[in-house]
C-alpha cells in the first residue's frame, strides 16, 4: 500500500490481555491489518484464535474487569485504542457497525424489530419517528426482506434466521457505516440463506461504499467473498495476503494444513482427509516458540525459541514462519479443487 | 444374519406433532427408506428438514405416528421399551451436542461403563468388573485416547475428544447400525477431518452401518456411500453419493451443491434459492419445494410428484428432473 494514502483502519500491534491467576495472559498478540474503503477483508482462525477478540476489541465492547488493551487501532486516523467511551458510542453504530454471528441474542426480545432499527437511526440522527420508520421500511427492502412495512412490526421471534439476519444487516447499515464488522454472520445459517447473505454483503461495497471486516471460520466463505485474508493462530498472525494468493501459494504451514483438511465437494475423494493432528494451545498453554510448532509437520530448532516474525514473501503476503527465510518455502497447493461441475 | 436384509427399513413413516389451535406439524411425512449393512447413509438438508427427528425415530428414540420402523427385519415401531431393550445394544446413536450427552458429574471410565453394566453379555450373563475394564481400555485405544482418560471428567477435553468419547460409549455394546446426529458439525475443521477420518476407519474395522445426519455436504460425501436429500419432512432425492451431488435430478438438490462456498478463489458463487423454507406447518400444496424452485410449472404447484427412480439406484420426487428430457431451458 503506498504509504501517502491512508487506510480506512489501520491496525498495528494489537494485543489483548486478561488477567488469570495472578499474571496476564494474551488473548491477542501483536496483530496488525489494515482494511481499505469498499474492500471486504476476511479474518479467519478456528474457535479461540481470538477473531472475535480482536473485533470487540476495536469495537470497544471489551469490558471484563483488568482487561488490557495495548496497540493502536486507527479509524480515518482517529485512535480508536483508549477512545473516551462518549466519542466512541458516537461512533459506533453510526461509522462503524457489527453484525453479530446469533441474530436472535442480539436483538432483545420485548420490542419489534422496527422499534429497535428506529432507535440506532434516532440515536445517532435528528429525525422524527415517521422519517425514522420510512427509512427502517426502505433499509429492510434493500435487504430484500419481504413485505418490509408489515415484517418492522414483527417480534424477532417471530421472523425465520435468514430474515432475522437480514434484519440485523439492515439495523448496522442503518446510519451508512464506512465499515461493518461481521462476526461469523452466516454461521447459523442454512447454504442456501448463506449464498444469499453473502451476496448481500458483496453487493455493499458498491451499493453503500462500505467496507466489511468478515470474521469466518469457513475457508468456503473467505475464498467467495474476501479479497484480503488474515490467518490467526492462536491469538497470533499466521499469515496474511490476497487471498488468491494464500489458496494457490499459502506460506505458512497452518494454513495449507487448514485448506487441505477441508474435504472437497468436487473431484476425487481422497480415502483420507488430511487432518492435522492435536489441538491449538489456548492462550495460558501456548508455547514459547511458534504457536503451531506442536502440530507442524516441518517444525525444526529454529521454530522453538520465539515466535517467528511476521516476513514478507511476496506483494501483499505476509506469514510467521521461517521456512521462506530459510530458503524452503512450502510448495504452491495442487488445484484439485479448482474444478466446479 | 442375511446379508440381504436391510439393517434398517422405514416404511412411510410419519412423525406428527400437534400444535396449539388444532394445527399439525409433519415433521417426518411419509418416508420409505433401506439400509444394508456395511452402507453408509448420509442424510442431509436444511434446518427444520426433519433430519433429526427421522433419525431419532429410527432408533425409536422417537414413536412414529404412522408407518413401520424395521431393525434387521424386525418390526420394532410398536415394542414396548422392555421388548425393545435387548435390541438396544445392536442400534446407537451418537450426538450433535458432545457435551450435553456426557453427564458433567461423572468420570468418563463410570460413562463408558454403564452400558455395559445395563446390558448383559451375548451369552446372556452379567459382564464381570475385569471384562468391563477390558473392554473400557479396548474402546479408548480405538477411538485414539489414552486410557488415563478413564479417570477424568468431561470438562477435561476438548469438544473434539468429547465427540470420540461419546463415539467410544456408541460402540460399547458392539452395535451393528450407528445414528450419528451432526456428530462434527460443533468442531473446527482440523478437528473435524480427525472425526471424520476415525468413523472411515471404525466402518472398515467394524464393519458398520452408518447413517449420519448432517448439514454440511462436503462432510457427508467425504463420509457416506449413499446420500438421501431431505425437504420440508420428505426425501426429495436419493442415491449413490456422487451421483446426486454432481449430477442430481432435482432442482433442490442442485441449488443445495451449487450454494456450498467452494474453496476455491474465482469460483462463481451461486445463489438459485430466493427466500427461505416454507413452515412445515403450512407446507405448500403440491411439490413442497415449488415456492422456491426455478424450474416450477403449473402442474408442480397441484400435483405431488412422488419418489420414483430416475436411473437404477437414483430416485428424485420431481416431475421434471434435471437431465431428463422434460428439462425447462
Known amino acids: 500500500m503506498p504509504a501517502d494514502r491512508m487506510p480506512l483502519l489501520d491496525v498495528r500491534n494489537l494485543c489483548v490481555s486478561v488477567p488469570a491467576n495472578g499474571g496476564m495472559i494474551r488473548l491477542v498478540e501483536n496483530v496488525s491489518f489494515c482494511v481499505d474503503e469498499a474492500e471486504i477483508v476476511g479474518l479467519v482462525g478456528e474457535s479461540g484464535s481470538g477473531k472475535s477478540v480482536t473485533a470487540m476489541a476495536l469495537m470497544g465492547l471489551i469490558d471484563s474487569p483488568g482487561v488490557q488493551v495495548r496497540g493502536s487501532a486507527r479509524f480515518r486516523g482517529q485512535e480508536l485504542v483508549g477512545m473516551a467511551p462518549r466519542a466512541l458510542r458516537a461512533l459506533r453504530g453510526r461509522d462503524i457497525a457489527m453484525i453479530f454471528q446469533d441474530p436472535m441474542t442480539a436483538f432483545t426480545p420485548v420490542y419489534t424489530i422496527g422499534w429497535q432499527i428506529d432507535e440506532q437511526i434516532r440515536a445517532h440522527e435528528r429525525l422524527s419517528r415517521r422519517a425514522a420508520r420510512a427509512r427502517t421500511v426502505q433499509l429492510l427492502a434493500e435487504m430484500g426482506v419481504p413485505d418490509p412495512a408489515r415484517t418492522a412490526q414483527r417480534y424477532p421471534h417471530q421472523l425465520s434466521g435468514g430474515l432475522r439476519q437480514r434484519a440485523m444487516i439492515a439495523m448496522a447499515l442503518s446510519c451508512n457505516p464506512t465499515l461493518l464488522i461481521a462476526d461469523e454472520p452466516t454461521t447459523a445459517l442454512d447454504v442456501t440463506v448463506q449464498a444469499q447473505i453473502l451476496e448481500l454483503l458483496r453487493g455493499l461495497r458498491h451499493s453503500h461504499g462500505s467496507s466489511v471486516l468478515l470474521i469466518t471460520h469457513d475457508m468456503g466463505v473467505v475464498a467467495q467473498t474476501c479479497a484480503r485474508t488474515l490467518v490467526l493462530y492462536s491469538g497470533r498472525m499466521a499469515e496474511s495476503g490476497p487471498t488468491s494468493t494464500l489458496f494457490a501459494r499459502p506460506a505458512h504451514p497452518y494454513t495449507a494444513a487448514l485448506l487441505d483438511s477441508i474435504p472437497p465437494l468436487d473431484g476425487p475423494r481422497p480415502p483420507r482427509l488430511p487432518a492435522i493432528a492435536g489441538l491449538p494451545p489456548t492462550p495460558r498453554e501456548r508455547p514459547a516458540g511458534c504457536a503451531f510448532g506442536p502440530r507442524c509437520a516441518h517444525v525444526h530448532a529454529t521454530c522453538l525459541p520465539a515466535p517467528p516474525a511476521l516476513a514478507s514473501i511476496g506483494p501483499g503476503q505476509q506469514a510467521a514462519c521461517v521456512l521462506p527465510a530459510e530458503g524452503t518455502p512450502l510448495p504452491p497447493r495442487a488445484t484439485a479443487q479448482a474444478t466446479r461441475p | 444374519m442375511n446379508p440381504s436384509t436391510p439393517v434398517l427399513e422405514l416404511r412411510d413413516v410419519r412423525k406428527t406433532y400437534r400444535l396449539p389451535r388444532g394445527q399439525k406439524l409433519k415433521a417426518v411425512d411419509g418416508i420409505s427408506l433401506r439400509v444394508m449393512p456395511g452402507e453408509m447413509l448420509g442424510l442431509v438438508g436444511e434446518s427444520g428438514c426433519g433430519k433429526s427427528t427421522l433419525g431419532r425415530c429410527m432408533l425409536r428414540l422417537d414413536d412414529v405416528s404412522s408407518g413401520q420402523v424395521l431393525f434387521e427385519g424386525r418390526d420394532i415401531t410398536t415394542l414396548s421399551e422392555r421388548k425393545l431393550r435387548p435390541l438396544r445394544p445392536g442400534m446407537q446413536m451418537v450426538f450433535q451436542n458432545s457435551t450435553a450427552a456426557l453427564n458433567p458429574c461423572r468420570r468418563i471410565g463410570d460413562l463408558l461403563a454403564e452400558p455395559l453394566r445395563v446390558h448383559p453379555a451375548p451369552d446372556g450373563r452379567r459382564r464381570t468388573s475385569a471384562t468391563i475394564t477390558a473392554r ?194
Not at chain 2, 165 to 173: F, G, K, M, Q
Open chain 2, 136 to 329: 473400557l481400555h479396548e474402546l479408548m485405544a480405538l477411538v485414539g485416547l489414552p486410557a488415563s482418560a478413564l479417570a477424568r471428567y468431561p470438562h477435561a477435553f476438548s469438544g473434539g475428544q468429547r465427540q470420540r468419547i461419546n463415539i467410544a460409549r456408541a460402540l460399547a455394546l458392539s452395535p451393528r447400525l450407528v445414528v450419528a446426529d451432526e456428530p462434527v458439525s460443533a468442531l473446527d475443521v482440523s478437528v473435524q477431518a480427525q472425526i471424520v477420518n476415525l468413523f472411515a476407519d471404525l466402518r472398515a474395522r467394524l464393519g458398520l452401518t452408518y447413517v449420519f445426519v448432517a448439514h454440511d455436504l462436503a462432510v457427508v460425501r467425504q463420509i457416506s456411500t449413499r446420500v438421501a436429500v431431505m425437504y420440508l419432512g420428505a426425501i426429495v432425492e436419493c442415491g449413490e453419493t456422487d451421483a446426486v451431488l454432481h449430477a442430481p435430478a432435482h432442482p433442490y438438490t442442485a441449488a443445495l451443491t451449487a450454494a456450498v462456498p467452494r474453496p476455491v478463489v474465482g469460483a462463481a458463487p451461486a445463489m438459485l434459492l430466493r427466500g427461505d423454507v416454507p413452515s412445515p406447518v403450512n407446507r405448500p400444496a403440491g411439490c413442497r419445494f415449488h415456492t422456491r424452485c426455478p424450474q416450477a410449472q403449473a402442474r408442480c404447484g397441484v400435483e405431488e410428484p412422488l419418489l420414483r427412480a430416475i436411473r437404477p439406484g437414483h430416485e428424485a420426487a420431481c416431475h421434471y428432473p434435471l437431465g431428463g428430457e422434460h428439462r425447462k431451458v
